[in-house]
């Protein structure tokens, strides 16, 4: 009997990472609840909107959709971020539903391989193994998934002044090694308590989850 331990460990986090139960807490779907075609579009300083990121998370599991379906793969970083604009809600409802589809069934083609082909190349051998590239498809989105969960708590009107006082107050230089050399915190007290800023991106701990 073959051993499919791996390949259904990575379909579930890639589940629970869409849908729920994941070990990071909050997941993609639960952190766009509330999120319209309006927030989502919304442009905060000089970060990605919420729609950039969705986007650009899924631009990546279409791809290696199209690999596992036999196609190549054309996807490209410098593309990864270019969409159509979305200027109604049905436009943002139809790209959630995209993303909750293709989210599943890349689960499904995951789990239906066996472990030892984890070991094998990745398309031709470029990008490591098959495992490799998985795992990393994992570690990409749960890291654009925290820039979500920031960014819409700076969008969402109940929270919004606390999180950009903050972003405009928070300070750090990093020296070239990327250690940090000065770290200034407001006096000010704020419902939401930043933790740690991280080359312009960082998590907050709030009550306005």
């Not at 997941?27 to 909107?49: F, R």
């Amino acid at each position: 009997m073959e051993q499919q331990f791996l390949t259904s460990q990575l379909a579930r986090h890639l589940r629970e990472m869409h849908f729920g139960n994941n070990f990071t807490g909050p997941c993609m779907k639960s952190l766009l609840e509330g999120i319209d075609c309006k927030l989502a579009n919304t442009k905060v300083h000089d970060l990605n909107t919420i729609a950039d990121l969705v986007f650009h998370i899924h631009y990546y599991i279409r791809a290696v959709i199209k690999v596992f379906d036999g196609g190549p793969l054309d996807a490209r970083d410098m593309y990864s971020y270019d969409r159509e604009p979305i200027t109604t809600e049905a436009e943002w409802q139809s790209m959630l539903d995209e993303v909750w589809q293709n989210a599943e069934r890349l689960a499904v083609q995951i789990e239906g391989m066996k472990d030892v082909e984890l070991y094998e190349p990745f398309i031709d051998g470029k990008y490591g193994s098959l495992f490799r590239n998985m795992h990393g498809l994992l570690e990409h989105s749960h890291y654009h998934l925290g820039q979500i969960a920031l960014v819409g708590k700076m969008v969402r009107p109940h929270c919004k002044t606390h999180c950009n006082a903050h972003y405009n107050a928070l300070q750090c230089v990093f020296t070239m090694r990327g250690s940090i050399k000065m770290y200034k915190r407001p006096v000010t007290r704020c419902r939401c308590l930043p933790i740690f800023l991280l080359h312009f991106h960082f998590r907050t701990r709030c009550r306005c989850w």
